[in-house]
């Protein structure tokens, strides 16, 4: 089931030109199992029909406060009620600073004070207006009322002019909106700690052995888990990732940190999921001065780096334990040969080779534990960290009761 599903969107349209966009964003929304109503402000309902949103949605697209027929049907306060969401794409200089400023003078706008839903706020206009002073700081009054904004891009305007101020691309969108309305409990009050990221194994002071890790799917998961409710802390090896909110980061750059800085957390955390693409090798020895090209082949004499994960698995009272094989082949296979090799709890197999698994590409799994699994089918990053969070709190939840039973019954 997509995290979307059955999601109730309110979707309000204001007047820029990017409203032409908001059916697709509609669509989209929809297409994902969500339930969308669309409420026009008069500048919207100027630049994009009712009656087309209405036949992307599937529902009256509303614009007056003061219509009777559709207030008879839902009044305003039920609608506002009814969102799980409100998203305001595209929100033009004037809609945001009259949400800035609490005014219910339409139905967008008593919508969005009377809801207890999060808003999201899509900009759109010319760059002059996004960068001006009074738009910055009604921005920010929403951000501190806990508004998510949503871009803008930078690029070419209606207007002809370049720069920033062009609404974000309906997938950044729709992704935003998955956030907002993705938050759980379900790993409230556990502290997870995650590896994420390559390592790199110095070999003299310019080079290292490394690999093509981007850090994504351990940042997704650190995300994931954060909005699931646990209190994370992310061990990340070189990357150009950006901290999910909330979530506790320590920059690493060696194998030998990365096992440092997890030993030092793991015996405090209910869970450890090991997402690093840690250097299997590192040199055995270390040139403290740049090594010069020579013409005859030269070796490199490399020497195993710590398993961090089995070190995790051989503590006396250890976390819950999640490990990663990227495999090329046999996926399934090799999971669960490393499920019995590390003595770990499950194993998420992804295959990895020809242009998948790294980065920000779409991806599936097999994932793995004793006496059982689940197929993860093709879907993004973020979707699939959303996927494992709920499996893992699944999992651990019954890791707990067997335990409890065990001990019990041992009694
Ligand atoms: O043995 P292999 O590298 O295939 O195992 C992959 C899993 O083990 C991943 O979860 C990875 O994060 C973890 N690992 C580790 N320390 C290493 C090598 C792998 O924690 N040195």
New binding site residues.
């Given amino acids: 089931m997509h995290i979307l599903t059955n999601k109730k969107i309110l979707l309000g349209v204001s007047g820029s030109v990017a409203a032409y966009r908001a059916p697709e964003l509609a669509r989209r929304l929809a297409e994902h199992g969500a339930e969308v109503r669309a409420v026009l402000t008069e500048g919207g309902a100027k630049l994009i029909s009712p009656l087309l949103m209405q036949a992307v949605t599937g529902a009256p697209a509303r614009s007056s406060l003061w219509d009777e027929a559709a207030e008879a049907a839902m009044s305003h306060i039920e609608l506002a009620r009814w969102a799980d969401c409100i998203v305001i794409a595209p929100a033009t200089a004037n809609t945001i600073a009259r949400l800035a400023r609490g005014e219910a003078s339409d139905l967008l706008g008593t919508l969005c004070l009377a809801s207890n839903a999060p808003v999201l706020v899509a900009p759109a206009m010319n760059r002059n207006m996004w960068s001006n002073r009074a738009t910055q700081e009604n921005c920010a009054a929403l951000r501190e009322r806990g508004c998510v904004l949503v871009g803008p891009d930078h690029g070419q305007q209606a207007c002809g002019d370049v720069g920033e101020g062009r609404m974000s691309a309906v997938p950044e969108i729709v992704e935003a909106v998955e956030r907002s309305v993705g938050v759980s409990d379900q790993l409230a009050g556990q502290r997870v700690l995650i ?1 994420a990221g390559p390592t790199r194994e110095p070999i003299d002071p310019v080079r290292f052995l490394s690999n093509r890790s981007t850090g994504t799917m351990g940042f997704e998961l650190a995300d994931a888990a954060a909005r699931a409710g646990a209190d994370v802390q992310l061990v990340t090896g070189p990357t150009s990732r950006s901290t999910p909110p909330g979530v506790e980061r320590l920059d690493v750059v060696t ?1 030998g940190e ?2 440092d800085a ?1 030993m030092e957390r793991a015996p405090d955390c209910h869970v450890f ?8 090798y590192t040199p055995a020895h270390y040139s403290p001065k740049k090594l010069k090209r020579r013409e005859s082949a030269q070796a490199l004499e490399l020497k ?9 698995a051989r503590l006396p009272e250890r976390p819950f334990l ?5 495999e090329t082949q046999q996926v399934e296979e090799n999971a669960r040969a ?1 499920l019995e ?2 003595g ?1 709890d499950m ?2 197999g992804n295959r990895v080779g020809e242009g998948r698994g790294f980065g920000d590409v779409e991806t599936s799994a097999r994932v793995v534990w004793e006496g059982g699994g689940r197929r993860i089918g093709k879907c993004t990053k973020p979707e699939m960290a959303r996927q494992l969070i709920g499996l893992i709190a699944e999992r651990c939840g019954l890791e707990k009761v067997t335990l409890l039973r065990t001990r019990s019954s041992a009694q």
Avoid: H
């Fill in positions: 590896t194998a990365m096992l997890v999921i090991a997402c690093a693409a840690v250097s299997d195993p780096s710590p398993d961090i994960l089995a070190g995790v999640v490990g990663f094989a990227a490393k090799a590390k770990v194993v998420v």
